[in-house]
Nanobody, 131 residues
Framework: VQLVQSGGGLGHPGESLTLSCTVSGFALSTHYNYLTWVRQAQGQDLEWVSSIYSINDATYYADSVKGRFTISKDSAKNTLYLQMNNLQPEDAAIYYC???????????????????????WGQGTQVTVSS
C-alpha cells in the first residue's frame, strides 16, 4: 500500500488550496477504510483534520476546519482530496493523508493523534499561509 500526496504550497488568508492523495494497493470503492487527513504545525503534535469512510462517503471534520474544508474521494482515480477554503494562518502545517486506523477513529471535536494510530501514511505536503 502506498499513499502519494500532491498539492499544497503557499496560500494567502482567505484563499483556497487542494490536497490530493493517490492510493495504491487497495481500491477505495470496494475496500472498507477510514481515510483521513492529519496535519502537524511546527512544534506541535499531529492534529486530526478530517475523515471519510471509503464505502459510504460519510464525512467527519475537526471543529477547527468545519465549514471551510471538504474531504472527498474519486474512486475512479483512487484518490482522496482535501479542499481547503478560506485559509487561515493557523492552517499552516504539514498535511498527511492516512489510511487503515489501528484503533479508535477520530470523528469530532479536536483530537491529536500518533503515527501508530494509522497503518499507512502519505509522505506529507507543506501548506503555508501567509499574507
Amino acid at each position: 500500500v502506498q499513499l502519494v500526496q500532491s498539492g499544497g504550497g503557499l496560500g494567502h488568508p482567505g484563499e483556497s488550496l487542494t490536497l490530493s492523495c493517490t492510493v495504491s494497493g487497495f481500491a477505495l470503492s470496494t475496500h472498507y477504510n477510514y481515510l483521513t487527513w492529519v496535519r502537524q504545525a511546527q512544534g506541535q503534535d499531529l492534529e486530526w483534520v478530517s475523515s471519510i469512510y471509503s464505502i459510504n462517503d460519510a464525512t467527519y471534520y475537526a471543529d477547527s476546519v468545519k465549514g471551510r474544508f471538504t474531504i472527498s474521494k474519486d474512486s475512479a482515480k483512487n484518490t482522496l482530496y482535501l479542499q481547503m477554503n478560506n485559509l487561515q494562518p493557523e492552517d499552516a502545517a504539514i498535511y498527511y493523508c492516512a489510511a487503515e486506523p489501528t484503533g479508535a477513529v477520530p470523528a469530532s471535536g479536536s483530537q491529536f493523534l500518533r503515527r501508530s494510530d494509522f497503518r499507512y501514511w502519505g509522505q506529507g505536503t507543506q501548506v503555508t499561509v501567509s499574507s
